[in-house]
């Protein structure tokens, strides 16, 4: 962890380390006890493709997974 301030004209510079690590692009996301920066991929699309790689399921069933997931979670 580490401290950041914004400059006079409301910018924040992350350290050198966090972009070469997370990139330079951001979602910010207000928390009703802060923010929170989201790092968004240059090719989302490609990002997606390799978090699912190993999903062997269709997106059909994955939706309906989840559909019962959360109706289950509410208590039918």
Same mark, same amino acid.
């Given at each position: 962890? =580490?401290?950041?301030?914004?400059?006079?004209?409301?910018?924040?510079?992350?350290?050198?380390?966090?972009?070469?690590?997370? !990139?330079?692009?951001?979602?910010?996301?207000? *928390?009703?006890? !802060?923010?929170?920066?989201?790092?968004?991929?240059?090719?989302?699309?490609?990002?997606?493709?390799?978090?699912?790689?190993?999903?062997?399921?269709?997106? =059909?069933?994955?939706?309906?997974?989840?559909?019962?997931?959360? *109706?289950?979670?509410?208590?039918?």
């Amino acid at each position: 962890m =580490s401290d950041a301030r914004l400059d006079d004209r409301g910018r924040l510079t992350l350290p050198k380390e966090m972009r070469e690590r997370y !990139g330079d692009h951001y979602h910010i996301v207000q *928390l009703h006890d !802060g923010i929170k920066l989201i790092p968004v991929a240059d090719d989302p699309l490609d990002a997606l493709r390799e978090e699912f790689a190993d999903v062997e399921k269709t997106a =059909s069933e994955l939706r309906e997974e989840a559909r019962e997931a959360a *109706l289950d979670e509410a208590g039918r």
